[in-house]
């Protein structure tokens, strides 16, 4: 077909959930593509030469030959050119911000919209993964490898580890194993059962799974240098910053992390949960990420009657995907922009009643950046049983305090070698948000594979030296 019959394509929209349904569910929004719409959609690649798209993904999918394959109804090979980069595809087509990452400068979206590669990996990989191949793994290593962290790096540097033929371990702190996945993501955007898919395939490749042990309390990292032959430190940016303003430790207010543990591991919406959470009449959350928006939608389908986003930016400026806001808005989520919290007021019952927030006023800023911010003197007071903060996280210090001579830089990240994963200690290696900060799942996916094959080699070496 030519470039100009393919343009002519209409781009094929993703069916969702009715608002006024879901919004009363957890079950998942979008639909995902049936098979027509699949081809279609694939069928509007222009297959370019130099494919921005596979320079901008995070783990350089050819992602031209994936859309060909798809076009021509072989999905199954498609899917293996996916998997061949990408070991989560299923959860990567969900979660992953496509329109800032491969879809971004895709050639089709000068002339209409861009190709919408990440609803073609969710439809080949929720469809044809039963029909895939399984991987050889190469005869047993004889090499112990230990994971701290079951999150989407921890998973990816296992699943790599068990290829080669070593035998892995991951030691996860919680109850349930999937990090971020399966604590923090709700299951409108990710469903259970496709996480839990993952884990029952390492499993069968054998790996181990050790729950609620903690790394550095439960058991040293000295105790497990000793008994295996390397570490990946996959803990994650789970600790919340709160604004430190009067009366943010009042019931009522929680960190976007502990309510979203709570609702999503925990059982928090049931009656008969021994974790409950308060429901409020009106939840304010605070932020503009993804982790707020996913808050919001939360305390919305646990029952709370207006939801309202609060940002200190403009709406511009939200770090949250624009498809989250989309669909966040259609469930009746509101945003206030350029105000921030000062005071959480208590009220005659001892628990949070309302908040006060600052009015912040927004310059262009003439060097073309985002615009700036500036406090006024007007403030505003709105009624909140329920206050929320999904101001960011920093990585987790319970490992790495006991782990002394572990570098970190001055935000308390582990520093390592970004060509190896390699951190400053023989045979410890880190990625993922314990290393970068608040990030994606993608990259800390790409952090557990390079990290995976800097083992496997170090593990050739015969002192076994990084
Ligand atoms: P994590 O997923 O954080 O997992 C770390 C695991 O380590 C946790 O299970 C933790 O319990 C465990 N752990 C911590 N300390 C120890 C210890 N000492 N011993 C043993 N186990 C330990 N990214 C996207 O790409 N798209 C999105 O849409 C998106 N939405 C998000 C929504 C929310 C609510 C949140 C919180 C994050 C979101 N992110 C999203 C970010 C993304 O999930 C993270 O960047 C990613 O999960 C980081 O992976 P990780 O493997 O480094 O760690
Ligand atoms: Fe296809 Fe877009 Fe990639 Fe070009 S940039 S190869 S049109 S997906």
Redesign the pocket.
Request: charged residues 10%; proline residues 6%; contains cysteine.
């Given at each position: 077909m030519k470039p100009a019959d393919k343009i002519k394509i209409p781009a094929q929209i993703m069916p969702t959930l009715d608002p006024g349904f879901r919004k009363h569910t957890f079950d998942e929004v979008p639909v995902g593509y049936g098979e027509d719409s699949a081809i279609l959609e694939a069928w509007r690649c222009l297959n370019c030469k130099n494919p921005p798209c596979v320079k901008d993904c995070p783990v350089n999918i050819d992602i031209p030959k994936v859309m060909a394959l798809t076009a021509e109804r072989r999905f199954v090979e498609a899917l293996q050119v996916i998997r061949h980069d990408n070991s989560l595809p299923a959860v990567?087509g969900?979660?992953?911000?496509q329109e800032s990452q491969c879809q971004k400068n895709c050639t089709m979206g000068k002339v209409n919209s861009p190709v919408s590669i990440g609803n073609i990996e969710r439809f080949l990989a929720d469809n044809f993964s039963n029909e895939l191949p399984r991987p050889e793994i190469d005869s047993s290593s004889g090499k112990k490898i230990a994971i701290?962290?079951?999150?989407?790096?921890?998973?990816?540097c296992a699943y790599q580890s068990a290829l080669y033929g070593h035998k892995v371990t991951v030691?996860?702190?919680?109850h349930e194993?999937?990090?971020?996945?399966?604590?923090?993501?709700?299951a409108f955007?990710?469903p259970r059962k496709i996480v839990a898919e993952e884990i029952k395939i390492l499993k069968q490749y054998g790996v181990e799974f050790r729950m609620n042990?903690?790394?550095?309390?439960?058991i040293s990292v000295d105790e497990i240098l000793d008994e295996f032959d390397a570490l990946y430190i996959?803990?994650?940016?789970?600790v919340p910053f709160f604004p430190e303003i009067p009366g943010e430790d009042l019931p009522g207010v929680y960190s976007?992390?502990e309510y979203?543990t709570r609702a999503n591991l925990m059982h928090a919406g049931k009656l008969w949960s021994k974790t409950p959470i308060s429901v409020g009449k009106t939840t304010i959350v605070v932020g503009g990420?993804?982790?707020a928006m996913?808050?919001a939608r939360t305390a919305l389908r646990l029952g709370s009657e207006r939801v309202i986003v609060a940002y200190r930016r403009l709406e511009a400026d939200m770090p949250v995907?624009r498809e989250?806001l989309v669909h966040a808005r259609e469930e009746g989520i509101e945003t206030m922009f350029l105000i921030s919290p000062v005071e959480i007021v208590e009220g005659d019952n001892g628990r949070a009643k309302s908040t006060i927030f600052k009015k912040m006023r927004a310059e262009n800023d003439p060097e073309g950046g985002r615009s700036r911010i500036f406090e006024t003197d007007e403030t505003v007071e709105i009624d909140s049983e329920v206050v929320i903060f999904?101001t960011g996280?920093s990585p987790?210090p319970?490992?790495t305090s006991n782990c002394k001579e572990l570098e970190l830089n001055k935000k308390g990240c582990i520093v390592v070698n970004p060509a190896t994963c390699a951190t400053n200690i023989p045979r410890v290696y880190a990625?993922?948000?314990?290393?970068?900060g608040?990030?994606?799942?993608?990259?800390?996916?790409a952090?557990?594979k390079t990290a995976a094959n800097a083992i496997n080699e170090m593990l050739k070496k015969p002192d076994g030296q990084r």
């Open positions: 990567c969900r979660v992953c911000p701290a962290g079951s999150g989407p790096g921890g998973l990816s030691f996860e702190a919680l194993p999937g990090g971020v996945l399966a604590y923090g993501i709700p955007r990710l042990t903690i790394i550095g309390k439960t996959g803990t994650g940016a789970g976007a992390n979203l990420g993804n982790v996913d808050a995907r989250e999904a996280t987790n319970t490992l990625g993922g948000d314990a290393v970068s608040a990030s994606t799942v993608i990259l800390a996916m952090n557990g």
